[in-house]
Structures are given as structure tokens and as C-alpha cells.
């Protein structure tokens, strides 16, 4: 747990990651300035990048009618030699005055965002198709029990990296939260193996944590840390972990991911004070409060209960309604991404386009506000890269405020709408503009093949109409309009992802107001429970479109009047092994069927087991990895006999079973060696867990899912000589209602009652 939560700050520092994006961003700009060198201004980007290291530096013009809103705005002024670009976080925008050429801005900054785009698409496209999208759900399913192959390897762990750095410098509406809580798992689940699969250290030590169960702790406590590392919020990160991705929960992963949130913190806060010394450049600023507004405080009476509670109403509509349209958008992208690798790349492509062009152009439709020296920060307006009041096309003394949002990093545009005690700051129109282009955004970036998170996203649409609410009240409340933002992010993210406790301390680590506890409780409740009247929370509806069997924590109530039995009734006839098995058979069954679990039936006729002639008894239960490394491994006997205990401990260690195995076409067997025989008795699992076939499906699922099974075997109720000991084997796929339902028709019609 240190060592994941150590290399994950060192490797995934949200400086480092901004810093990163300034660096591709410049490199980018200067390519593109270098083929117009023809142009008068092709010295642009070396200004932008020289603009990068001289912190407050401002150019006043000259030129009288550049004060003037008047002027046409692509007026083209040659003697004018300063940059109309400015890096603004991890994007470029054109940040000076009316007069700089705007249509080459924004070539540059469009040419810019889409090679960035196409360079994380080409990456998740090509080399790691499981590292697109957040990771959350994927790890969901995972610690559920469900299979994800390649999903924690080393190169989703690279292609995550420079992918999340790629997508987020080109500007695109997507957070780095989730892809940081799946980077985590992967550093985790990489550090419990020893490593990638054909580079693994053989260190003793590490294998104690090759089994499942360690495997899913360090991936817990990889995802609590990932949150930690991206919100600076280390109870939060535990919470996290315990409500939303952890299926199965005990008190000593309580302390374990605590541990690991713990060591993230003292790494963040280590990097900090050296990057207070100013050795990380423009990004080497902030604490650990991300967006304190911890200088106000909250006075709420009675009749402030009710525009809160209007706020908790409107996220969980909204919320739902923006689970809703995104089902249906990633239903279509899912249609295009089957065509091809060709269809994702350009898919991406056009998403990066389309939000360029947003970007861009929108400020243009909001008037400029005029700079008000009573507002907090006294820099206004500002042409560089930070700043709350952005000049844009405004005159010396106005702002646009619309392009102080847009034109910022995403962490600057939340610390904007989240800043107190700036009632003028937003017009009404520039926060409706800003709340509707990036629902539009959220809903279709979402899906695209680059790494992508829904965290920051939903807290900047959130953050939005809590605003909005809060400047249409007016004298009616008493409560500040930045509260009224964080409030708004938290019904939001409430409403479509339907956690409460986590999200409330993470609020609170992010705000630095212990204060706002009772009424983010109050909101966070009410945005939950709109939002379930409608439909599920947004992991859950991507678990379903990916096609993952996740089993819920309560069965749906009809399925207490149907039998394991019947439900085993209608598979096809399992397939069982003898304790003695002949190695013709045993190829048979693994080239013939793609079950990963088999029964093992003793019978009368083997020697030394010990029971009478035609009888037979359930011995246990093998994987299919065990009998594939049975036969790679050539462990064969001449005859039909139980092995020796010498025999046994010369043949099969620990280690060779805990390793991954190929498929059993990779496996050369002779004709002579299919006469063979394979003593299964060493390989199986004496203990497993079993159920009489007259328990109910909804029981069976509660077993299934508390206790953490691949297999549940299903045994006759009534034990006879001839009667096999098995009746069947029930898997995740044959719990989930959907399956179950295709099985009994019938069963739906006492679903709607």
C-alpha cells in the first residue's frame, strides 16, 4: 500500500500532469508557427512560450481605437508585435485585445487541441482499447468478481498516463479524476503481481500477495488512493472505496486504504513545499484545498431550507435526465466504434473540433463587464495565463467573463464559479451559456476513445445553475453565491452518480467549510433520492452497456418464487470429471466446452477411494487454468490409481497454479499420452460451496454475491446410488435477471406487479 500510494504521486502529481500539458501544448504551437513563416507574426508561440516564465506581465496598447468596442473584430494591426496567444492553464486562447488576427488564433488553437486529441485516440485505439473511458466501472465489476481481462496491465497503466495528459491539455470536457483512480488500481494490482506478465520480479515476498483476495485489496486501496490523489481529499478517498467501487468490505481494508490515502497526502504536501520554491514552474502553486471557501460563513434560517431544497430537486432531474441522454449517446457511439479503428479516431476527432469551435467563438455573444476595483481580485483585466477576469476582445478596464470561464483550466473555471463575495463577477447569460454547452460537451465527449472522467465535468455543469439559482435569489437569501455553486456540484454529482456520504466529505476537503455540512447533507439526500425514482446512477448504466455481469446487492423480488433447481433444469446437463481422469477425455471437455469450473465425481471403480461399486460421490471442484497447467505441465500417470503424497509434493507447487496459463490449443498433447490418466484430486477444491436444488434463486444470489463465488455447485436434495451428486453449477451469468428472465418468460409478468 505505500509503494502504490508513493509512485502514485510521484507519477501522477496533478502539477506534473498540467505541467506536462503546457509543455506538449507549447511544443505544438511552435510546429505550427514554424510553417506560416511567412507571416509577419511568426515569432507567436515564442512569445506565448517566453509569456510562460515572466509571471504578471501585461501589455497596455497604444492605439486609441483598440479601446473602442466599436472596431471590427478582425481588424488586422501590423504594427502591433505582441502575442495574440496566451497559455491559459492547459489551453491556448487568444487573450489580448480586438486587434490581433482571431482567425489565426484560432487555427492555432484548434490545430493544437486536435493533435493532442488524435495522439491519446491513436494510443487507446491502438495499443490499449480497455485504457479509454474512466475505469471506474471496469473496476466495479472487478472487485464484484467479474473477469476484466487486460484492464491493469502495464500498458493501460502508460497508455493512461499520456493519454489523460493528451485529452485534458486539448481542452476536451472531461475530467482526470477517474482515469487517476484507475491509474491507481493499475500501479496497485503491478505491485501485488511484481510486475507486468512477461517481466515479473520472482521476489519471495511478493508472493504473498499472489491470490485473489490481496489482489483485490490492493486495488481497493489503489482506487481510495486515486481519489485522494486527484480531490487532495484522503477520508474521502476511503469513503469512496467503501461506497461505491468495494463489494466486499472488512475492517481491516478500513485501515489499509486510511494507510494509503495517508502516505498520498504526506507525498502531495512533500511536493508542495518544494514546489513553493518555485522549481515547477507556472503550475507549482495551490495546497491541499482545491477550492477553499472557507472565507465566508454560512448563516442559513428556515426560509433558506427552501431554495436548497430546490437545489437538491434540480440535480436529481437533471442528474437523471443526464443518465438518461448519455445511455442513449454512448447506445450510438457504440454503433460507430463497431465499424473500425478508423470510426474511433475520427469520432474523436470531431468532438475535438466541434468543442474547439466552442470555445473559441461563444465569448464572442456575451458583452464585456466592467472591472469593479471592490471585487476581490484587484488584477483586472488580466491577458496572461491566470487571472479571474479575462480581457478577451473587451477594451482596457472590462472583462468578458464568459472566456474567464472558458479560457481557463478546469480547476481555475471551478475555483471562479466557487469564489465568494463576488456578486457581479458572472452575467445571467454567460453562466446559461456556459451550463448549456457543457451538458452538449459532457454528453458527447463522454464515449470517445480517449481516457476521460465524469467527475470534474458534472461539477462544472453543477457548479453552473447553482450559481444561476443563486444570482436569481437575490436579496431573498442571505447565503453567497459561491455557496450556492457548490451546492448545485453536489446535487448534480448526487443525482447522476447517487452517492452521498463520500461525495459529502469529499465537498467538504475540497471547500475547507466544515460549516456547509448540514445543508450538503440536506442536498446531496434529496438529488439521491429524485434521481433513483428515475433510473440508475451512471456507473451502472455504463456496467450494462459494456455488457458486465454485475450482480446487485438485493435480488428482485420474484426471484424468491423460482428454484435453483428449475434455473438449473434449463441449462444444458453439466459437465463432470472423474477423480481419475483419462487425459483423451479431459482434452475433450476443455476443446469442447468454455466453462472454467467442472465437478469432480469419484466412482467406485478408482482404487483407494473407498467406495462400493457403482457408487458415486462429489469429491470437489477443479478450474479450467489448473487442468490446462495439469496437461502443459505433463503431469501424467500409466494407470488408474490415486497419486502419493511424495508424488504429489514433487508435482505440483503453489506457484506453477498461480500462474496464468494459455489456451489449451497452445497445449501439445501425443497419441500416446491421450491414453494416459491425470489424478485430479490434488488440483481440487475439496470445500466448495454448494446449495440443494430446492433453495430459492434469491438466496442463492445473496450466497453468491456476499461470499464472493465464481461456482456454486447445486446438489440433490434426495441422495441415491444412481443418482449423480451434482444437478448442476449456477455462474454469474445464470443469476443476472436478465438472463433468468430470457429462460422463464413468465417470470415478467409477476416483475410488474
Known sequence: MFYTALILCIFISEKQIQYLCFLLKTSICLCVTSLSAMDN???????????????????????????????????????????????????????ESL???????????????????????????????????????????????????????????????????CAVSAGLDLGKEGPLVHIGSCIASLLGQGGPDKHRLKWRWLRYFNNDRDRRDLITCGAASGVCAAFRSPVGGVLFAL?????????????????????????????????????????????????????????????????????????GVLGSLYNYLLHKVLRLYNLINEKGRVYKILLSLIVSLFTSVCLYCLPFLVSCSPCNPSLPDSTCPTTGRTGNFKQFNCPSGYYNDLASLLHSANDDAVRNIFSISTPTEFQPISLIIYFVLYCI?????????????????????????????????????????????????????AGSMRMTVSLCVIFLELTNNLLLLPITMFVLLIAKTVGDSFNPSIYEIILHL???????????????????????????????????????????????????GFPVVDKGIVPRVRLPDGATELHGLILRTHLVTALSQKWFITEMRRTEEWEVRQKFTSVDLAERVGKIEEVEVTKDEMEMFVDLHPLTNTTPYTVVESMSVAKALV?????????????????????????????????????ILNAFPHLAKTKTR
Open 41 to 95: 507574426d511568426s515569432n507567436l508561440c515564442k512569445d506565448s512560450t517566453k509569456a510562460h516564465y515572466m509571471e504578471g506581465e501585461e501589455a497596455e496598447e497604444n492605439d486609441p481605437e483598440s479601446n473602442s468596442l466599436q472596431q471590427p473584430l478582425l481588424k488586422r494591426n501590423r504594427t502591433l508585435s505582441s502575442n495574440p496567444l496566451a497559455m491559459v492553464g492547459s489551453k491556448v486562447s487568444h487573450m
Open 243 to 315: 461506497e461505491e467501487v468495494a463489494t466486499w468490505w472488512r475492517s481491516a481494508l478500513l485501515w489499509r486504504t486510511f494507510f494509503s490515502t495517508a502516505v498520498v497526502v504526506v507525498v502531495l504536501r512533500a511536493f508542495m513545499e518544494y514546489c513553493n520554491t518555485g522549481s515547477c514552474g507556472l503550475f507549482g502553486k495551490g495546497g491541499l484545498i482545491m477550492f477553499d471557501v472557507s472565507g465566508v460563513t454560512v448563516t442559513h434560517h428556515a426560509t433558506d431550507l427552501v431554495p436548497i431544497a430546490v437545489i437538491g430537486v434540480i440535480g
Open 441 to 493: 460537451l459532457g454528453l458527447f465527449t463522454f464515449g470517445i476513445a480517449v481516457p476521460s472522467g465524469l467527475f470534474l465535468p458534472i461539477i462544472l455543469m453543477g457548479s453552473a445553475y447553482g450559481r444561476l439559482l443563486g444570482l436569481f435569489m437575490g436579496t431573498y437569501t442571505k447565503i453567497d453565491q459561491g455557496l450556492y455553486a457548490v451546492l448545485g456540484a453536489a446535487s448534480l454529482m
Open 99 to 165: 486587434d490581433y488576427e482571431y482567425l489565426m488564433g484560432f487555427i492555432y488553437f484548434t490545430v493544437a487541441n486536435l493533435v493532442l486529441s488524435l495522439v491519446a485516440a491513436v494510443l487507446c485505439v491502438m495499443f490499449a482499447p480497455t485504457a479509454a473511458g474512466p475505469g471506474i466501472p471496469e473496476i466495479k465489476a472487478y472487485l464484484n468478481g467479474v473477469d476484466t481481462p487486460n484492464m491493469f496491465g502495464a500498458p493501460q497503466l502508460v497508455v493512461k498516463i499520456i493519454g489523460s495528459i
Open 546 to 596: 459494456k455488457g458486465l455481469p454485475f450482480l446487485d446487492a438485493h435480488p428482485e423480488p420474484w426471484m424468491r418464487n423460482l428454484t435453483v433447481g428449475e434455473l438449473a433444469d434449463a441449462k444444458s446437463a453439466v459437465v463432470t470429471l472423474c477423480g481419475v481422469e483419462k487425459v483423451a477425455r479431459i482434452v475433450e471437455v476443455l476443446r469442447n466446452t468454455k466453462h472454467n
Open 703 to 739: 450466497l453468491f454475491r456476499e461470499v464472493g463465488l465464481r461456482h456454486l455447485l447445486i446438489v440433490p436434495k434426495y441422495q441415491a446410488a444412481e443418482v449423480c451428486p451434482v444437478v448442476g453449477i449456477l455462474t454469474r451469468q445464470d443469476l443476472r435477471a436478465h438472463n
